[in-house]
């Protein structure tokens, strides 16, 4: 009798460390799920935001480019060009 209650000693020992390796394992897997999804989130963000950076970046160059063709067209009180900009030959550029 006293081998047969020994044994199921261990049988109960064998079973709740089962269960609480189990859990564990559960626990760690729901959280490298979670992980996964929020990296898979943050992607998505990321993606989007360099998208709005590359629209933002050409607005930017547009609006330059309006601001600088309406400074050159501007006129001085003799119909003179108010700016001038120098021509390509002169201007040094970085290489």
């Known amino acids: 009798m006293l081998a047969f209650m020994k044994k199921i000693d261990a049988l109960v020992v064998?079973?709740?460390?089962?269960?609480?390796?189990?859990?564990?394992?559960?626990?760690m897997r729901s959280?490298?799920?979670?992980?996964g999804y929020e990296i898979a989130?943050?992607?998505n963000k990321e993606k989007q935001?360099?998208?709005?950076q590359i629209?933002?970046?050409?607005e930017l160059a547009s609006t330059q480019r309006t601001m600088r063709d309406k400074l050159l067209s501007e006129a001085d009180?003799?119909?003179n060009p108010r700016y001038i900009l120098p021509?390509?030959?002169h201007v040094l550029r970085e290489k």
């Open 31 to 35: 959280k490298t799920y979670t992980i």
């Open 55 to 58: 629209e933002i970046q050409t």
């Open 77 to 79: 009180s003799q119909g």
């Open 14 to 27: 064998i079973i709740i460390f089962t269960i609480c390796v189990g859990i564990s394992v559960i626990t």
């Open 87 to 89: 021509d390509q030959k």
């Open 41 to 43: 989130n943050l992607k």
């Open 49 to 52: 935001l360099r998208q709005r």
